[in-house]
């Protein structure tokens, strides 16, 4: 039986019903809210990626859009997770959702004077990441608030899905908004959607450090955040859960979006541009589906084991995606591999949660956030470099196979810190 630190290690976390975290009303409304935020963060990169691609046509800007938008994971997450612990974490998410506001603002007035330069371009990339990472653990530590312990994997599953949502969804209505009103007009719209979570935030009682119990945590600094790391090297099954989602974030990460117009154009069924379009429905709509289900039928518990199997699951998946010429089995695949992802990362992060100490919570998500976010830089490498010398069908199956065998062999070390 595994135990849980930072409240009662003895006690593990208990069978609740089916969409247990829904029953408190400020989850409801925060999933909505969360949603469409993360909607619009797709819809910005829908409209921003096409306008800088038209002007500048310029394949290192490209990349750098993508190094841009992990980075900041990469470098701030622990000192994000720091504020988090100190701060009210109401605050800190609007903070990073001012700025995203802000950034799409500064998009819409370029765009409008017709000013925009590289550099500017860049400057806008970066703080757009650095919003994002502002908003992740000051939101898991509300997500622990609104519901406690017991419901905690629920909310932890339901807020995964609800922003694979958006991220479905963003595309959709990014291109729509281009259609519609042009680059201009739809930049300055997208302010809108990130509105309702901001306004929300404003409402609610829960602070993120409602239920902590203990010691109040100490000002945020350097090196108060990097001693955390010392701590955690001795939960065993802690770092674990952390190195399983790094391991799927660096050998395949976000180089799936990223190749998929290959794969559209070797798959070859019909249309290439309708091939492509469905390749990546049916990647994001498999995280939509497959945690709705998973929460109605509650098949899947919180448990080390489980994101293991999930991430074995999710490495085998991609590497059939990878080699297979048949589009329909490609489809299925891809299916596979949205919810293999998505019950590998929300039943990783809820063990995470729950083993964190309390006064040093928003740490340890800041830690499992540079993990799980920042390290898909190195899916540029291990499938995009390595995919220029080998092909990209090739890089992306050794790359998944290596997740099999890497997480794998995190279950084994796992499992033997349990018994």
């Known amino acids: 039986m595994i135990s849980y630190r930072g409240e009662d290690e003895n006690v593990p976390v208990p069978t609740i019903g089916k969409f247990a975290a829904l029953r408190a009303p400020d989850v409801r409304t925060y999933l909505i809210g969360g949603a469409l935020a993360m909607m619009a963060d ?26 841009s938008h992990w980075l900041p994971f990469l470098l ?11 701060y009210d974490c109401r605050r800190v998410i609007q903070a990073g959702q001012v700025l995203f506001m802000l950034v799409s603002a500064s998009w819409g007035v370029l765009f409008l004077t017709g000013t925009l330069q590289i ?41 995964a899905t609800f922003k694979s949502l958006g991220v479905l969804c963003g595309p959709a209505v990014g291109s729509l908004l281009l259609l519609g009103l042009g680059p201009t007009g739809g930049i300055f719209a997208n302010i809108a959607i990130y509105l309702p979570l901001t306004l929300f935030l404003f409402r609610t009682r829960y602070t993120g450090h409602q239920r902590t119990v203990g010691p109040a945590p100490v000002r945020p600094g350097f090196r108060d955040t990097f001693r955390v790391l010392g701590e955690v090297r001795g939960d065993r099954l802690l770092v ?26 070797d798959l070859g069924a019909g249309d290439t541009g309708l091939t492509y379009g ?37 490495g085998a998946s991609t590497l059939v995606f990878a080699v297979t010429s048949l589009y329909p089995l490609a489809l299925v695949m891809l299916v596979v591999s ?5 019950v590998a990362t929300s039943t990783a992060q809820t063990v995470v949660q729950l083993r964190a100490p309390q006064d040093r919570r928003g740490r340890v998500l800041g830690l499992y956030g540079m993990s799980s976010s ?25 790359s998944a196979g290596m997740l099999c065998l890497a997480a794998l062999l995190v279950g084994r070390a796992s499992s033997r810190a349990t018994r």
Request: aromatic share 10%; with cysteine; glycine share 14%.
């Open 374 to 398: 920042g390290l898909r830089l190195g899916s540029g490498f291990t499938v995009g470099a390595l995919g220029a010398v080998v092909g990209v069908h090739t890089s992306l199956a050794v």
């Open 76 to 86: 701030f997450s622990l000192a994000s997770g720091a504020l988090a612990d100190r």
């Open 119 to 159: 550099w500017h371009a860049c400057v806008l990339l970066v703080l757009h990441g650095c919003a994002g990472v502002l908003w992740g653990p000051a939101e898991q530590m509300m997500l622990h608030d609104f519901v406690g312990r017991e419901a905690l994997p629920s909310a932890v599953r339901l807020n």
């Open 278 to 314: 469905v390749l990546l429905f049916a990647a994001g709509i498999g995280g939509v589906v497959g945690g709705l289900v998973l929460e109605a039928t509650g098949w899947i518990g919180a448990s080390v084991p489980a994101a293991v199997i999930a991430t074995v699951l999710y």
């Open 42 to 67: 797709n819809i910005e990169h829908v409209i921003t990626y096409w306008v800088l691609w038209g002007k500048f046509h310029s394949p290192l800007l490209a990349g750098f859009q993508v190094i």
């Open 240 to 265: 674990g859960m952390i190195l399983l989602a790094g391991l799927g974030a660096f050998f395949v990460g976000a180089s799936l979006q990223s190749t998929m117009p290959v794969f559209a154009q």
């Open 338 to 342: 949205g919810v293999a992802n998505l």
